[in-house]
């Protein structure tokens, strides 16, 4: 794929938009005018902020095309090799920040919708860029509670591998108690901090729940507070421990906290919720701290089509066929509250998503335009079972 092919042109310029969460509608309006470019039928944005293209072709399945277009932020612009709103495409890689995570995806599924049209198939066909999704998934929550359909590919950063699914996440503060004394005297106190070291030594050495695709779950110590902040020659009276926990289905939140209870039963556990906003204001809702795992069934022909597509299309494009789940969080849960099936595949790296290294190759670009195009045709070609 050449530098100046209409993908790689697309994704380029939705590398220059800046889109940081919240912020996202110069990228917004870059897909939309690509949506109307591409001819699509209808292009608009919805209450939530969220880019929606359709294209229409009677009765028949309805499938989606999906991705994010808020990205986290810069960083330390000069430790970037390029500059992250550059959309350099340097040694046959895409530059920039969103570049693997994840608007080359978008680029990819924009042109490929155009092209399965021309094709011709029965049914409905969006593509649709979400907003928020690295801050709880606000843009996806909404676009899964209103617009129906049967299944949705989403493009997060796969390495061109089918994605299946990813653990849940629950962010949890561990609130230790502890009595406040001064520190030249600290038998008259009972500090916090060595109560926390006790219950991190006690979580290093719990057994969490493993198998499956999925793998096992992990509790990760990500931040440890004393209170008073700043008293340096205090005993410090609380310490506050959060906790990453990333459970697999059968590890539901409620068992979740009861472990970690059980390392020290008087801990107070919160697991806190985020109140957000659309960009206009119009959507608001409150994202609770637990954000679901999913797992897309194994025994569903929408799966088996596709994994058919990948096995037959990727080889041909000299790609070996792999399939397995992220290791990350994503929207499939929201995209799926209305019992839609959700099949992960992406062209980007996760490994360089979030870093001031983010970048994609050109040539996965190419590849993944044309089997979004055979997934699509694949996943239209009338209603499972059929």
């Known amino acids: 794929m050449s530098a100046d092919s209409p993908t790689v042109d697309l994704a380029r310029r939705l590398v220059q938009a800046p889109s940081p969460s919240t912020r996202e509608r110069p990228a917004v309006d870059v897909l939309i005018a690509a949506f109307e470019a591409h001819g699509f039928d209808r292009a608009w944005i919805d209450e939530a902020g969220n880019a929606v293209g359709v294209i229409e ?18 960083g330390d612009e000069a430790a970037w090799p390029h500059p992250p709103l550059s959309g350099d495409v340097v040694d046959g890689r895409l530059w920039g920040r969103g570049a693997s995570d994840m608007k080359s995806s978008l680029a990819c599924m924009t042109v490929a919708a155009a092209q399965a049209a021309e094709r011709g198939f029965r049914g409905t066909l969006y593509v649709t860029g979400v907003v928020q999704e690295e801050i709880g998934g606000l843009g996806a929550r909404h676009l899964g509670a209103t617009i129906p359909v049967d299944a949705v590919v ?24 502890g009595r406040i004394a001064h520190a030249a005297k600290p038998e008259l106190g009972e500090n916090a901090l060595l109560r926390a070291a006790r219950f991190l030594q006690a979580l290093d050495a719990a057994h969490l729940p493993a198998g499956g695709p999925l793998g096992a779950s992990t509790a990760t110590p990500t ?75 194994g025994e569903n022909a929408y799966v088996t089509r596709a994994r058919e597509v990948l096995r037959r299309e990727l080889p041909a494009r000299g790609v070996a066929y792999a399939e397995g789940t992220w290791w990350f969080a994503t929207d499939a849960p929201h995209l799926a509250q209305r019992g839609a099936v959700v099949l992960g595949f992406g062209p980007g790296e996760e490994e360089v998503a979030h870093t001031t290294r983010e970048s994609v190759s050109v040539e996965h670009l190419e590849i993944a335009t044309e089997v979004y195009r055979e997934l699509a045709l694949a996943l239209l070609a009338g209603e499972p079972g059929a």
Do not use: C, W
């Open 57 to 74: 072709r009677g009765d028949g399945p309805t499938v989606m095309l999906n991705g994010h277009v808020d990205t986290v932020p810069l």
């Open 223 to 297: 931040s440890l507070v004393s209170h008073p902040e700043g008293g340096r020659n205090v005993v410090p009276g609380e310490a506050v421990v959060t906790i990453d926990y990333r459970n697999l289905p059968d590890d539901p939140p409620e068992d979740v906290l009861a472990r970690l209870q059980a390392l020290d039963p008087d801990a107070t556990l919160v697991v806190g919720d985020a109140e957000r906003a659309s960009e206009s204001g119009e959507v608001r809702t409150t994202i609770p701290g637990v954000n679901p795992a999913y797992l897309a069934p």
């Open 154 to 177: 989403l493009g997060e950063p796969s390495k061109l591998q089918f994605k299946l699914g990813h653990r849940g996440r629950i962010e949890v503060d561990v609130h230790l108690p």
